[in-house]
């Protein structure tokens, strides 16, 4: 029996110009030499050696965060937890809850009013005893001026199931604008029953380092072609602080090569008072194949030094056999490819199945089970009879590195779904080894947590994302999450994104949801597209053939398969239709009013602009903007679209998650 502290009560808490005449600082050029060989020495290896600066974490906001001030300061419903004497991870006191229905629940909150942009690290510990269905788990959440619910982010390792000791769960977060007021949230997540402690909860600001440079390009594994021409580039993030704002500042950038001869340098003066500037750099001509150091160091006028960083830059005579380019497609054989692609599990990589899915308008298969009886050889073999691309599932092992590396039909490894932020180290790990083992197929992470997308730059070639957003409210997860990618690919990444086939109905832990209509599974792809997606893929084909469980537990429904798969042919078959022009590349900046409801985007397709357009609500929405110079409208209602001109603008008005293409015509 457990012993209450004392009875809970309710209660709340409360891009620059460059001036290339900026004197010399008074720092002697063979100091950054020789900072730049002992990383040199110390991690030649790899592309990306010098680790990122760390941020900085404020006091704890959080008030009682431990319980030794029983209930004080926190929103605790009677007869729900109570804080006890007899567990604790520090002090001596922790906030207990037993939960015996799995459809009570059950939130204990703290408010704060926080400033919109803030950015937040929350972590408690977590002892759980017996939980089943759900799991011990903290949560930040935001709400406007009048309560409504704005934005919330979750613990980025997922809940604490089953029985285990104290265990801190972290998520990090921005607070988003508009937010009025911001809750820290402990509890068991839906669905859940069992026992629950929580103790030491801290809600601290965080301070990122005035400076973080990304190298754009050479974007893919810092490779470059031999004799190209092309300017290399940094990003470099500056986070304005006091004690850097409008401090002028010094770039150098350093290119030596295997001896340390310095071959150029560069440097700019920055005044740090912008979020961010590009750096542009000149490689030199014809340098030989090989591989080279290019350093960079940002100091203050007084030698102050804010970053050093080093990368290693590879100059070939051949690029890989598979890597993203620039604009960030994947290129395969010197040609741009759009993965169009399914989860499989091992019943779905028989002949039969992948036959079916090639002339499903499918390119690209991804299995967790490496197919059936893991005979891995045979499964590859399989797949290139039938023209289809393999990501493989190597997870975080270099096992299978050697045995496919050489399979014509592989196109990249899988080494991590919806991994938590535990998993960081060992991903960047594999990272390396895989990138060191086989030079010619990139790595793909696919992540369910934004706000860990950024997170993965270093451990990735590929970044994705599975918002999974039918059963909610609306659509507009899937735009969302695919804008957080894209920005966390800074350019230099490429983005994939994972969209949804199964019904979340389904899954044990989620109690509502539906199986997507035609419309909303085309909807997920426009908006995807739209929003800078240069891959998708489909969750799932083997959902589609056990419609009763997610796991393969059955029974098979091949009727059931059949009608579903009518509609995941058709949806393939119009998206297939615009992957040419999107890998073209033709883009057209549209004028388009900040607080549209509709995605939109324009390619150029000889004398047509397609508009792809996508409406992420569940009611008819429209868009009113000026039309591109030079076009017009031949046909006023095409497809779903239906479109009006008055004024010398264009009004497209969609049903309910409507999408599609409406082509416009040159005057």
């Excluded at 036959?355 to 499903?360: F, L, P, T, V, Y």
């Excluded at 899954?507 to 997606?533: C, F, V």
């Excluded at 891959?535 to 059955?554: A, E, R, V």
């Amino acid at each position: 029996m457990k012993k209450p502290f004392m009875k809970t009560a309710a209660g709340l808490g409360e891009g620059i110009s460059v001036n290339h005449y900026w004197k010399a600082i008074a720092i002697k050029k063979y100091f950054y030499i020789m900072v730049t060989m002992l990383l040199m020495l110390a991690n030649a290896a790899f592309a990306q050696e010098a680790p990122r600066p760390m941020a900085q974490l404020g006091p704890n906001l959080t008030q009682n965060g431990g319980f030794e001030e029983g209930a004080a300061h926190w929103n605790i419903a009677s007869d729900t937890a109570i804080v006890v004497g007899d567990q604790a991870h520090s002090g001596g006191h922790s906030l207990y809850y037993q939960n015996e229905d799995s459809q009570k629940y059950r939130l204990f909150s703290q408010r704060f009013k926080l400033t919109p942009g803030q950015k937040l690290q929350l972590s408690a510990w977590i002892k759980v005893s017996n939980i089943s269905g759900g799991g011990g788990s903290i949560c930040l959440q935001s709400y406007d001026a009048q309560g409504k619910y704005l934005l919330g982010s979750f613990a980025s390792g997922g809940s604490i199931k089953g029985t285990h000791d104290w265990q801190q769960s972290k998520t990090s977060y921005t607070v988003p604008q508009g937010a009025m007021s911001t809750e820290v949230i402990v509890y068991i997540t839906k669905g859940g029953v069992g026992e629950v402690w929580f103790d030491d909860v801290e809600l601290r600001t965080v301070t990122p380092p005035p400076f973080v440079s990304y190298l754009r390009y050479p974007n893919y594994r810092n490779t470059v072609m031999q004799g190209s021409r092309q300017p290399w580039q940094y990003q470099v993030q500056i986070n304005v602080t006091a004690d850097v704002k409008n401090v002028p500042v010094e770039i150098t950038n350093t290119l030596m090569d295997n001896a340390g001869k310095v071959l150029w340098e560069k440097k700019d003066s920055v005044a740090a008072s912008s979020p961010s500037i590009v750096i542009s750099l000149e490689p030199p001509a014809n340098l030989p194949t090989g591989k080279y150091t290019l350093s960079q160091h940002i100091t203050d006028p007084h030698g102050k030094v804010y970053l050093a960083d080093q990368q290693t830059i590879n100059v070939v005579g051949k690029m890989p056999k598979v890597y993203i380019d620039r604009q960030g497609f994947t290129v395969v054989d010197g040609k741009r490819f759009f993965p169009m692609g399914l989860y499989l599990h091992a019943p779905g990589t028989t002949d039969e199945n992948m036959e079916r899915i090639a002339k499903g308008g499918f390119n690209t298969i991804l299995t967790y089970d490496y197919g059936p009886g893991k005979d891995s050889d045979a499964y590859m073999e399989r797949a290139a009879k039938h023209h289809l691309k393999v990501i493989y599932n190597s997870g975080k092992s270099t096992k299978y590195v050697e045995q496919m590396r050489d399979k014509p039909t592989l196109l990249a490894w899988y080494t991590s779904d919806e991994p938590r932020m535990s998993d960081l180290p060992a991903l960047r790990t594999a990272y390396q080894n895989i990138q060191r083992d086989d030079v010619n197929h990139p790595i793909f992470i696919v992540q369910d947590k934004t706000e860990m997308m950024a997170k993965h730059f270093d451990n990735t070639d590929i970044l994705g994302a599975d918002p999974y957003p039918v059963g909610s409210a609306n659509l507009t997860k899937t735009s969302r999450n695919t804008r957080i990618a894209v920005d966390a690919a800074r350019g230099a990444r490429g983005v994939w994104i994972v969209t949804q086939l199964m019904n979340w109905a389904n899954y044990p832990y989620k109690t509502s949801g539906h199986w997507p209509t035609l419309d909303e599974m085309r909807n997920q792809s426009y908006q995807a597209i739209i929003n800078g997606a240069k891959g998708l893929l489909f969750y799932s084909y083997y959902n589609l053939m056990y419609p009763s469980s997610p796991y393969k537990q059955g029974p098979l429904d091949m009727a059931f398969f059949k009608e579903r798969w009518a509609l995941v042919t058709q949806m393939s078959e119009e998206i297939n239709e615009v992957v040419p022009v999107v890998l073209e590349d033709k883009k057209t900046v549209l004028d388009v009013p900040k607080d549209t409801q509709i995605e939109v985007g324009a390619w150029q397709d000889g004398n047509q602009l397609l508009l792809l357009m996508a409406n992420p609500y569940y009611e008819e929405k429209s868009i009113t903007f000026k039309l591109p110079d030079g076009w017009t409208i031949g046909n006023a209602n095409q497809g779903e679209i239906k479109s009006t001109f008055a004024n010398g603008q264009a009004t497209f008005k969609l049903p309910s998650v409507g999408s599609g293409v409406f082509r416009l015509m040159k005057r």
